[in-house]
């Protein structure tokens, strides 16, 4: 009997086109760009690779809708209703959606499906409820005076989304631009952009009016740009990697100073201390870095372990990575799908090969394409390497690969220090049964977020981002709002 989720993919339709100003037009672009999946290889769609009179066109549009005020001016429970029915259409169409993301960047449709169209609904309804509950402030003033202090859209929004979690990380910027007010300019990223145009008629559908959304494919060096240096986009809000976000902020310098909101790549560690539960650390850990194929910027790709429970700790990451062994993204019951490309696997293999010659050794998975029985597609078995150094490539640079870095240490200091020896600060894993420990060595990580005795754990309410190349954006939780409104005061004198 033939697979429902294969039969299903064969039936599906992949329109390409710009969605500006509620509806698909032709790009200005003379060609497109093949979608090739990487589950096997072959080509989903020829999408339209835009250019910045595309840009130009979206972003007037989008600031005709803010101008026009159907979106930016309506009540604030309005806007809440609208973002909850869009939450409960992606719900509704999350079967298409989950296979639209499969295909096109290779993880498991059972993922697609269960957590990252979940958390976009999730999301979408977690901004709406918000909506009637964000409040201004009204300052004591004199008793001749009234002082106010709102907050009010900025205007518009473009936001630069990446293809690991593409939907997601899409609805982490459009859940707090759009609740905010704000019209919003979409550059998915290439492998995933059919998906997010798909979403966008979703957000149509539930009511959300025509231009406040508009959505252009395309590569980073064209349309990325022309969003980055578009005089009439105010805020720029982006998730990638650490080069493509100073070429953000340099858009920025050398067009209208607009804000740029950059959340950038990580080097995550997974402290483990002598007192942890070194089986749940071990394999966790290694889950942390080995889920989405390894492809997320908040990935444990090193586990620091104290010495004298380094064994045990590499045993059970090491069942872990046996574990997660990529299958089919289509199959049911597939732990890890396919890396986003040939390029990718190409990427992280160099990677694995370097360190291998730094003197890094091979404890799970294997430096070569691994083969799911097809012969096609592009997959990557996980990796566990020990004896790493501190210094060595591999446990300073992000892979976005499933390849866990195992780092041996002698005390807590060392563990924290090498934790910390890195440029990047987006998340961190402490392991310890000591709540004292607990405290004290979360404090000491420089990191954006501090999961302990976990790791990516979490909800809605919590703010994602870190430091130092890691950038200083902030998505999730009511915080996320503010970099999507400009701060009014307003003094009115009442007279005596």
Known sequence: MRDTWQDEAENLEWDTAPLIGGRRLLSDAAAGFDLVSPRDGAVLATVADGVASDVDAAVRSARAAFDGGAWSRCAAVERGRTLVRFGDLVEANARELALRISLEMGKPVQDALGVELRAVAQCLRWYGQLADKLSDEAPQATPDALALVTREPAGVVGAVVPWNFPLTMTAWKLG??????NSVVLKPAEQTSVSALRLAELALEAGLPAGVLNVVPGRGDTVG??????????????TGSVGVGRRF????????GKRVWPELGGKSASVVLSDADVEAAGRTSAWGAFY??????????????????????VEAAIAQAVAMAPADPLA??????????????????GFVDRALADGAVLAAGSASRYDIGTGKGSYVAPIVLTGVRPEMEIAQAEVFGPVLSVLAVD????AVAVANGTPFGLGAGLW??????????????????VWVNCYEEGDMSMPFGGVGDSGFGRDKGAHAVDK?????STWIELGA
Do not use: W
Request: net charge negative; hydrophobic share 40%; glycine share 8%.
């Open 225 to 238: 740009e022309a969003l980055g240096r578009h005089p009439g986009v105010d805020v720029l809000t982006f």
């Open 432 to 449: 310890t049964r000591d709540l004292s420990a607990a405290h004290r060595v979360s404090r000491c990580l420089r990191a954006g977020t």
């Open 484 to 488: 999507y409104t400009d701060v009014k």
């Open 332 to 349: 049911g019951d597939a732990p890890s799908g396919a890396v986003v490309s040939e390029r990718q696997l190409e990427r992280i293999l």
């Open 249 to 256: 902020l340099l858009y920025s310098a050398e067009s209208n």
């Open 411 to 414: 005390s807590v200091d060392e």
């Open 292 to 313: 989405n194929q390894g492809q997320m910027c908040s990935a444990s790709s090193r586990m620091v372990v104290l010495r004298d429970v380094h064994d045990a700790a």
């Open 176 to 181: 707090p631009a759009l609740v905010a007010g």
